[in-house]
């Protein structure tokens, strides 16, 4: 069964490429575990959250039209292509707030997630981490 989210459209979290496409059933492609840890986040935060808005269209899934896939030299297996990832802020929240929100409060989330360090947004995906830990911090 696909898993849609509780807060966000689908349009939110996949690019235009492929919302224009597959419309509705572009659902298919997020992970369901990415959808309801977003939605732990959004519902426990009770402030809207910010995927794909405005300008900012690759945050969610990217498809191969997608500039930030086309530009790349070699292989390009982002948490984004997989449908694993989102880059997201939080109204009235700082990045690096939510970062340490996260951090403080990975119990409440359904699932394991891996936050990424030291950017403006903040980037979560569900990528396997291979660690007991509930929340993961990286640099690229």
């Not at 297996?77 to 109204?91: I, P, T």
């Not at 409060?105 to 997630?113: T, W």
């Amino acid at each position: 069964m696909i898993t849609r989210s509780k807060y966000f459209h689908i349009r939110e979290l996949v690019c235009p490429h492929v919302f224009q496409k597959f419309r509705e059933r572009s659902w298919q492609f997020i992970d369901s575990r990415l959808i309801y840890n977003l939605d732990t986040i959004r519902e426990r935060l009770n402030k809207p959250v910010y995927v794909n808005i405005g300008d900012l269209t690759q945050r969610g899934l990217r498809c191969n039209l997608c500039s930030l896939v086309k530009e790349k030299e070699d292989v390009y297996m982002s948490a984004h292509v997989l449908g694993k990832a989102v880059d997201f802020n939080v109204r009235g929240i700082e990045a690096d707030i939510v970062r340490l929100w996260i951090a403080k409060n990975g119990h409440l989330l359904p699932y394991s997630v891996r936050i990424e360090s030291g950017v403006t947004w903040v980037h979560m995906d569900v990528y396997e981490t291979n660690t007991d830990q509930k929340v993961y911090f990286f640099k690229p």
